[in-house]
């Protein structure tokens, strides 16, 4: 499947994605420079995007622990944050787009 990816000040691209592959692992892969600081444990928040409206209510819920996280950020939107480590490739999302926030960028 493919992701379109924005990055804050730094324009956008299209990254290939493998179905079963967390979203944050295929952004990592295609060497997006997205923090993901714990590595995909839903335990950081720096793997934050904003999904498109598009196809922000394609995805599987959102968890408590997911939730939490993202309301600590100052760029989050309950219409469109999303944890990348908490969505799976799949081939149903294809077209995936979505932005990088200012939190979820590497050092
Ligand atoms: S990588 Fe830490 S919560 Fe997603």
Excluded: N
Aim: net charge negative; with cysteine; proline share 5%.
């Amino acid at each position: 499947m493919k992701i379109k990816v924005a990055i804050p000040e730094r324009g956008e691209t299209e990254i290939e994605a493998r179905s079963g592959w967390t979203v944050m692992e295929a952004l990592r892969d295609a060497g997006i420079p997205i923090a993901a600081r714990c590595g995909g444990g839903c335990a950081c928040a720096s793997c934050h995007v904003h999904i498109d409206p598009a196809f922000f209510g394609k995805l599987a819920p959102v968890s408590e622990d997911e939730t939490d996280l993202l309301e600590s950020s100052d760029h989050y939107d309950v219409g469109a944050s999303r944890l990348s480590c908490q969505i799976i490739c799949d081939d149903a999302l294809d077209g995936l787009a979505l932005s990088l926030q200012p939190d979820s960028l590497e050092d």
